[in-house]
T-cell receptor, first 112, second 110 residues
Framework: DGGITQSPKYLFRKEGQNVTLSCEQNLNHDAMYWYRQDPGQGLRLIYYSQIVNDFQKGDIAEGYSVSREKKESFPLTVTSAQKNPTAFYLC???????????FGQGTRLTVV | GQQVMQIPQYQHVQEGEDFTTYCNSSTTLSNIQWYKQRPGGHPVFLIQLVKSGEVKKQKRLTFQFGEAKKNSSLHITATQTTDVGTYFCADLWLTGKLIFGQGTTLQVKP
């Protein structure tokens, strides 16, 4: 079954703890993206990667980190430096060029 | 960074009425993509516009790209309850960066 898998669907963490969100794709896509979605603010880009071992900051990268060691995987770590981490996080991937992006089901992170 | 402004933020219509959402940028857009997110779901690609002045149709949906490539619109004719959701435009840069607008949430009253 091909697609993008984000796990878990719901995640709870205590304030001050780092947490890593998983994103895996078996679509052989080159590019991968992480977005944060808050009510009324649309999708804000955190990080994106066009190729293995390379990634760029998006508009709201502070407090987050990523790695792209494998083409299939693009994990996002929400660090304790992120002031307001509770949000819905969406991962996407796409082939290179003018093509559509495919999204995972999302992870809803709640920090208490 | 470059922003893509989308209006309105919310729209409530009676079933059968038309609906339009607008996407605007202060700079020239490389190309525009449109996505729909159903409540509780994830964004799903609808269409991509690349050429200046381009118009594309999908059944009751009409997508337009402005002549100056600084704005785009999505128009739905005779809305149905299945049209409920949030519609996003997104600017795909040549570098691969994909920037989304704030979205327009459509509610349809039966």
């Amino acid at each position: 079954d091909g697609g993008i898998t984000q796990s878990p669907k719901y995640l709870f963490r205590k304030e001050g703890q780092n947490v890593t969100l998983s994103c895996e794709q078996n679509l052989n896509h080159d590019a991968m993206y992480w977005y944060r979605q808050d009510p009324g603010q649309g999708l804000r880009l955190i990080y994106y990667s066009q190729i293995v071992n390379d990634f760029q900051k998006g508009d709201i990268a502070e407090g987050y980190s990523v790695s792209r060691e494998k083409k299939e995987s693009f994990p996002l770590t929400v660090t304790s430096a992120q002031k307001n981490p509770t949000a819905f996080y969406l991962c996407a991937s796409k082939p290179a060029g003018d093509t559509e992006a495919f999204f995972g089901q999302g992870t809803r992170l709640t920090v208490v | 960074g470059q922003q893509v402004m989308q209006i309105p933020q919310y729209q409530h219509v009676q079933e059968g009425e038309d609906f339009t959402t607008y996407c605007n940028s202060s700079t020239t857009l490389s190309n525009i993509q449109w996505y729909k997110q159903r409540p509780g779901g994830h964004p799903v690609f609808l269409i991509q516009l690349v050429k200046s002045g381009e118009v594309k149709k999908q059944k009751r949906l009409t997508f337009q790209f402005g002549e100056a490539k600084k704005n785009s619109s999505l128009h739905i004719t005779a809305t149905q309850t299945t049209d409920v959701g949030t519609y996003f435009c997104a600017d795909l840069w040549l570098t691969g960066k994909l920037i989304f607008g704030q979205g327009t949430t459509l509610q349809v009253k039966p």
